[in-house]
């Protein structure tokens, strides 16, 4: 029979925020006695961009055309900690219990899985033995980037977003119609209640049938070999359609609110894949006269502004504390063997010296399927090369 592992986390769902540790158990069993070099305990999180691309080029009046292939990539590591739990020996048959702890630098993107690429984490167990195959066992990780939108001032202020033309039919023309959305702050929290303003000066000889309000997300693929592309993909994660009609020559004005989804936060740092949030209106005209759109770019986080919450933006979540979920081993069957693995901390000034944020609430992580909202969109916008 061969080596089984099996892991037990803290957290039964295995989603963890960045900033934070994370401990647990990795039960070893054997069936014989084996000779190993040592024993490794790895936390590895890292991204892939990968997408491949035909070329074709020749001359076609001869019908000689020739094809060739690009393969685009690139690979990131956000974090790569190792401890050895045992050291050279013999392995006794019997149950092995390695204990560990990490910690998730703060710096980490959040878990993504996407058409061209991911980023994933996982904690590795790895066999070193002479003279054999390596035995390695794995257990994927959900990391939430946590966000805190309070250490950006910029994402206080609100934004707006105003546009104005003249719709058409053919070679009809009518008079002007002028909108304008507004959000009283560029930042939220994952789950909150969006607030929103819009206002309509419908000047024309059509009437306004109602808008639509989508939440996109725009991903960016950065591969860097062999030469420097990017790939983006867009995708509607929350939509609401208003038939609220705006008729000829009238003025409306909407005060309303939109439920955000439980999504991963924005990514603000400079990785190979980044992604950001749009909330985009569109007038609905109807008939040939066309709509017209304007996109307003939001940040998303895991902690709400202050501003936003006295305001009464209301938080979808309630707060989680990571607890211990493993269970007893049975005391029946072969021999247990307890060992403590040395916890794999970072101690760089940034990590130990960084500011606390102010003592309130915080949302849940997302489940990994929340995580991997991508995986399954709404629809499919557009893909761009």
């Given at each position: 029979m061969p080596i089984t592992c099996e892991f037990q986390l803290n957290n039964?769902?295995?989603?963890?925020?960045?900033?934070?540790?994370?401990?647990?158990?990795?039960?070893l069993t054997t069936t014989s006695d084996k000779d190993i070099r040592n024993i490794r305990i790895r936390f590895l999180g890292k991204a892939k961009v990968y997408w491949n691309n035909t070329r074709l080029y020749g001359r076609f009046i001869s019908s000689i055309i020739a094809s060739e292939n690009y393969a685009y990539k690139c690979e990131e590591t956000y974090v790569h900690q190792?401890?050895?739990?045992?050291?050279?020996?013999?392995?006794?048959?019997?149950?092995?219990?390695?204990?560990?702890?990490?910690?998730?630098?703060?710096?980490?993107?959040?878990?993504h899985i996407g058409k061209y690429g991911e980023i994933s984490y996982e904690l590795l167990l790895t066999v070193d033995r002479p003279q054999h195959t390596n035995n390695i066992f794995s257990k994927l990780l959900t990391v939430a980037r946590r966000v805190n939108l309070n250490s950006f001032p910029e994402l206080k202020s609100p934004v707006s977003?105003?546009?104005?033309?003249?719709?058409?039919c053919f070679t009809l023309a009518s008079g002007k119609i002028s909108f304008e959305f507004t959000l009283p702050f560029r930042g939220f929290a994952?789950?909150?209640?969006?607030?929103?303003?819009?206002?309509?000066?419908?000047?024309?000889?059509?009437?306004?049938?109602?808008?639509?309000?989508?939440?996109v997300e725009a991903i960016t693929y950065i591969a860097k070999h062999p030469y420097y592309k990017e790939r983006k993909k867009r995708w509607v994660l929350a939509k609401a359609v208003f038939m609220d009609p705006c008729l000829r020559l009238t003025n409306r004005q909407f005060n309303r609110s939109l439920q955000l989804p439980s999504i991963a936060p924005s990514c603000r740092n400079q990785c190979i894949i980044q992604w950001q949030?749009?909330?985009?209106?569109?007038?609905?005209?109807?008939?040939?006269?066309?709509?017209?759109?304007?996109?307003?770019?939001?940040?998303?986080?895991?902690?709400?502004?202050?501003?936003?919450?006295?305001?009464?933006?209301?938080?979808?979540?309630?707060?989680?504390?990571?607890?211990?979920?493993?269970?007893?081993?049975?005391?029946?069957?072969?021999?247990?063997?307890?060992?403590?693995?040395?916890?794999?901390?970072?101690?760089s000034p940034e990590e130990n010296n960084a500011s606390h944020p102010p003592l309130y609430e915080e949302l849940t992580p997302p489940s990994f399927d929340e995580a991997m909202i991508t995986l399954f969109p709404v629809r499919s916008l557009e893909e761009m090369d």
């Open positions: 039964q769902r295995a989603t963890y925020f960045t900033g934070k540790t994370f401990a647990g158990s990795i039960i190792q401890v050895i739990a045992r050291g050279k020996g013999t392995l006794l048959t019997g149950c092995h219990v390695f204990n560990f702890l990490f910690r998730i630098p703060k710096s980490c993107p959040s878990s977003a105003e546009e104005s033309y003249y719709p058409t994952s789950g909150q209640i969006l607030p929103y303003s819009l206002q309509i000066s419908n000047q024309s000889m059509i009437d306004i049938s109602g808008y639509k309000l989508e939440l949030h749009l909330l985009e209106l569109k007038i609905i005209a109807g008939g040939c006269f066309g709509n017209k759109s304007v996109a307003i770019p939001i940040v998303i986080g895991s902690v709400p502004l202050i501003e936003s919450v006295q305001e009464g933006c209301q938080e979808n979540a309630t707060p989680t504390t990571l607890h211990s979920t493993l269970q007893p081993i049975s005391p029946t069957g072969p021999p247990v063997y307890m060992m403590d693995v040395p916890s794999c901390l970072p101690h």
